[in-house]
């Protein structure tokens, strides 16, 4: 099972990802889809928070 730190240094990477694509990126459009993706993980890591504070 993945702990808590486990999920978090996953999205972190992730994150670190999704900056790198956005600073590379070479058109608006390109930024725009990619900051919908930062969105979409930032609602994961948000559902995680409050899961996990349900569970204490």
Do not use: N
């Not at 993706?37 to 204490?56: S, T």
């Amino acid at each position: 099972m993945a702990s808590s730190t486990d999920s978090s240094t996953a999205i972190d990477d992730e994150v670190r990802q999704l900056y790198e694509r956005y600073q590379a990126a070479e058109s608006d459009a390109e930024r725009h889809q990619i900051a919908l993706e930062m969105g979409k993980l930032d609602g994961r890591r948000h559902a995680e928070i409050y899961a996990a504070l349900e569970d204490e």
